[in-house]
T-cell receptor, first 116, second 113 residues
Framework: DAGITQSPRHKVTETGTPVTLRCHQTENHRYMYWYRQDPGHGLRLIHYSYGVKDTDKGEVSDGYSVSRSKTEDFLLTLESATSSQTSVYFC???????????????FGPGTRLTVT | GENVEQHPSTLSVQEGDSAVIKCTYSDSASNYFPWYKQELGKRPQLIIDIRSNVGEKKDQRIAVTLNKTAKHFSLHITETQPEDSAVYFCAASTAKGNEKLTFGTGTRLTIIP
């Protein structure tokens, strides 16, 4: 597996509390992504980053914010968690500047978040 | 934006038989089509991908075909084995530099021994 880690791996939190998930990579890939995975919906893009301090929204970005201050770290924040944000969150990386495998995305192990 | 539909949602085949999963996409500008395999409790893993300048690609027992005119692509697994049991996702991307993937909703493949 590519050098991608996510923390925490499991979290239970209460409605209304802030939550931050961390994605860390050791591959020096330029792009990083946050997806959520829910039954019947597959993987849906929340936000992505195409460089340090460069981020953009995906299809389900409401209620989420991201930050990328270093190449290796991409943070996903739920400012005020809701039960609808209970999900499995996956981070992914890619690097279109590579000469081979430029379009491939590699996923982290996931974080299971439960909002009660 | 792009919309990817995947069928069937569940598929059961006898061990040794072939399995076919189909996806359609809506954006004619899409030019990159990966397939991911996800075992229970694990991360999605890329198993094969195809670019729009190629009609078919094979890797041992796995093949992907692409029909740009009809905007659909398919995953073919031959001589299925129990370890092929997993959820499979197709995806599409315009690959214009941001490489955003739009995923299908997944197919749960069960291989019956």
């Amino acid at each position: 597996d590519a050098g991608i880690t996510q923390s925490p791996r499991h979290k239970v939190t209460e409605t209304g509390t802030p939550v931050t998930l961390r994605c860390h990579q050791t591959e020096n890939h330029r792009y990083m992504y946050w997806y959520r995975q829910d039954p019947g919906h597959g993987l849906r893009l929340i936000h992505y980053s195409y460089g340090v301090k460069d981020t953009d929204k995906g299809e389900v970005s409401d209620g989420y914010s991201v930050s990328r201050s270093k190449t290796e770290d991409f943070l996903l924040t739920l400012e005020s968690a809701t039960s609808s944000q209970t999900s499995v969150y996956f981070c992914a990386i890619s690097d279109p500047t590579r000469t081979s495998g430029r379009y491939e995305q590699y996923f982290g192990p996931g974080t299971r978040l439960t909002v009660t | 934006g792009e919309n990817v539909e995947q069928h069937p949602s569940t598929l059961s085949v006898q061990e040794g038989d072939s399995a076919v999963i189909k996806c359609t996409y809506s954006d004619s500008a899409s030019n990159y089509f990966p397939w991911y395999k996800q075992e229970l409790g694990k991360r999605p893993q890329l198993i094969i991908d195809i670019r729009s300048n190629v009609g078919e690609k094979k890797d041992q027992r796995i093949a992907v075909t692409l029909n740009k005119t009809a905007k659909h692509f398919s995953l073919h697994i031959t001589e299925t084995q129990p370890e092929d049991s997993a959820v499979y996702f197709c995806a599409a991307s315009t690959a214009k530099g941001n490489e955003k993937l739009t995923f299908g909703t997944g197919t749960r493949l069960t291989i019956i021994p």
